[in-house]
């Protein structure tokens, strides 16, 4: 360790040079807080701590997540690892790639490595086809574990959620309020539940804000693929329908959606309005930048891991669902109606 950077050390935690030096080899006399302070930004300056600083991991936690190209999944993954290693525990970061190890696979592997419980980021749970025996069957050998975004009554556990159908609110009533009375949506495959969620909130939204039939809200929705290539898609077919505001069912989407309706000679928002949902990071800087529903990612991940460590402790924790509550960030994608 440099003096140099023993300086930078003690500047970051605003505390002596000596009072660091003292910290790093382990001195006695520094009280706890002081410790806590100079390791953390030990930390903040990217500094390894020393060997014989490093708390000793009180255990493995699993973190199975979908892909990582959807930039939401990793800024999920990165709170719950940041809360976990806050805990002592060490994240094991599983990823799902079409194509590669199934969920069952991952598991098997996580419960082989005895890790301590495991987090579920829309995973089979979300699936209402799937086969949710699997859970009750994990649960059996003792291994804890809790879910994030997607609910089965049949899985005894406690489930993270954001509150689609208050997100699809939120949107429909937005574009209503700049004028615009033909609305499409632009999500995944029904057999998911958030994906039924959000048709519900999106469809009562048309019903009672702007007084469509219940055939008239379902002929509004077009189901895709979650990604950009399903956003352009369902946007072409919304378009054709005549819809002037497109809301989607992730960021992703509602790239594909812009990139449609420019296809078109069309501008957004002058032309066609798009919300998207999720506001995943970098998104605000889009060209134009992104209106979206935000998930509250760092209140669903914190809750996640503090749900399934009070478990892993021993303590059962009340069963069922904490759903979160989305905030609408408006931004440049939505405008009023050209008339």
């Not at 556990?157 to 009533?173: E, K, L, N, T, Y």
Request: with cysteine; charged share 20%.
């Amino acid at each position: 360790m440099t003096t140099a950077r023993l300086s930078d050390i003690a500047a970051q935690a605003g505390v002596s040079e000596a009072t660091v030096s003292r910290v790093l080899n382990g001195k006695a006399n520094v009280s706890a807080a002081t410790r806590q302070t100079v390791l953390a930004a030990l930390d903040v300056l990217g500094y390894e701590r020393p060997t014989r600083l490093r708390q000793r991991s009180a255990g493995l936690i699993g973190l199975i997540t979908p892909e990582l190209s959807n930039p939401i999944f990793p800024a999920l993954a990165q709170v719950i690892e940041q809360v976990l290693s806050r805990h002592g525990y060490t994240p094991v970061l599983c990823t799902q790639t079409p194509g590669g190890s199934t969920e069952d696979e991952l598991v098997e592997m996580l419960v082989d490595r005895g890790v301590a419980g495991i987090v579920f980021v829309s995973g089979l749970h979300a699936d209402s086809t799937a086969d949710h025996d699997r859970y009750a069957r994990l649960a059996g050998r003792g291994v804890p574990f809790v879910l994030i975004n997607g609910y089965s009554e049949k899985i005894d556990a406690p489930f993270i959620s954001p509150d689609d159908r208050a997100a699809m609110w939120m949107a429909v009533q937005h574009l209503a309020e700049l004028g615009h009375e033909r609305i499409g949506l632009a999500v995944g495959q029904r057999r998911y539940v958030p994906v039924l969620r959000k048709i519900e909130g999106f469809t009562a939204a048309l019903r009672e804000v702007l007084g469509y039939t219940r055939e008239e809200a379902e002929e509004s929705v077009r189901h895709t693929l979650f990604s950009v290539e399903g956003g352009h898609a369902a946007a072409g077919a919304l378009l054709d329908k005549g819809c002037t505001a497109i809301v989607c069912g992730s960021d992703m989407m509602a790239l594909g959606a812009i990139r449609a309706v420019r296809q078109r000679g069309l501008a957004v928002p002058q032309d066609v309005s798009v919300v998207g949902f999720d506001d995943s990071p970098l998104i605000a800087f889009t060209e134009p930048p992104l209106t979206t529903v935000r998930q509250p990612v760092e209140a669903m991940a914190t809750a996640a891991v503090d749900a399934l460590l009070e478990e892993v402790g021993g303590n059962a924790v009340q069963r069922g669902e904490f759903t979160f509550q989305p905030e609408l960030v408006m931004r440049g994608s939505t405008g009023a109606r050209a008339r």
